[in-house]
């Protein structure tokens, strides 16, 4: 009975930390850089791996990096300042104060994937290896990053009573949620279906779709993505602007897993495919 009782206490709810820095030294670290840092490296050494596999030198990726990720933290900051300008009016320095958490997704993706063509252009990289390469590496990335959100205590849920519910400070409950202790944890619920999109990339969608050109397997990471980023937005309660009642980031997600869904179609159409040796089974 007390080991019934002990299993119930700790399943009843997670708890969320107490602070988003690391004091090391004189040093602090904010909790939300360093998940966002591992999540670059993981990033890198997963599409080294996938680059190498299309004949390409791994190093390459490195250069690629270099241009892509600045570009990609500016775009996600400035996606997340223009969609939710009203939190910065008459405060617009603090636009950039990245470390207190504010990326958007879409921002970092298009930020990331122009400074990736600028540098595959001017290197003569292969796009559409590149875009194969990045494919389940940038989900990767997400999951990782995404757990800055927990440390920051943003971006959860509705309050529920579920045995995984994620227990939030008063000082980050929105108005109206005062009285709610426990929230979804829709960080988690996001980093899970990351790396749910990382398998099907890397092992589903070349068994389910053949003939997808290499280029294209970018698209299916965007469409599996709006699928799991739609119902999730979905159960989020932080302020968003919203048109026609209904959240921004909804109406994106709806827009931008069409467009992907297109090019899947378009990528997959011809039965010709680019020579690819054993790059299907590399992880």
């Given at each position: ?109 298009a930020g990331g994937a122009v400074g990736a063509y600028v540098v595959a252009k001017r290197r003569g990289y292969d796009l ?82 053949p003939n997808l050109r290499r280029g294209f397997h970018f698209a299916a990471y965007v469409f599996l993505y709006t699928i ?37 179609w378009y990528g997959n159409r011809s039965r010709s495919r680019q020579p690819e040796a054993s790059a299907e089974s590399v992880?």
């Open positions: 009975m007390m080991t019934l009782s002990i299993s119930s206490a700790l399943l009843s709810s997670i708890p969320s930390p107490s602070s988003g820095v690391l004091d090391i030294g004189p040093i602090p670290l904010r909790a939300y850089g360093i998940c966002i840092g591992l999540g670059v490296i993981a990033a890198v050494l997963l599409s080294q791996r996938r680059w190498a596999s299309c004949g390409h030198d791994p190093d390459d990726i490195a250069t690629v990096a270099t241009w892509a990720v600045p570009a990609g933290v500016v775009g996600g900051r400035l996606y997340h300042v223009i969609t939710d300008n009203q939190r910065f009016r008459g405060q617009w320095l603090d636009a950039f104060k990245i470390w207190e958490g504010g990326l958007g997704v879409w921002g970092a993706v559409g290896d590149l875009f194969y390469a990045t494919a389940p590496a940038i989900p990767l990335a997400q999951a990782i990053g995404r757990f800055g959100n927990y440390f920051n205590q943003e971006l959860f849920g509705r309050p529920t009573d579920v045995p995984w519910a994620l227990e939030i400070d008063p000082a980050h409950r929105p108005t109206g949620y005062e009285a709610f202790e426990t929230f979804h944890p829709t960080f988690l619920y996001e980093a899970l279906w990351n790396l749910a999109v990382v398998a099907a990339v890397i092992w589903v969608v070349p068994r389910v779709l799991g980023r739609l119902w999730i937005e979905l159960m989020r309660i932080d302020s968003a602007n919203k048109v026609l009642g209904v959240r921004l980031n909804v109406w994106t997600s709806i827009i931008v897993g069409s467009v992907a869904a297109g090019l899947i992880t």
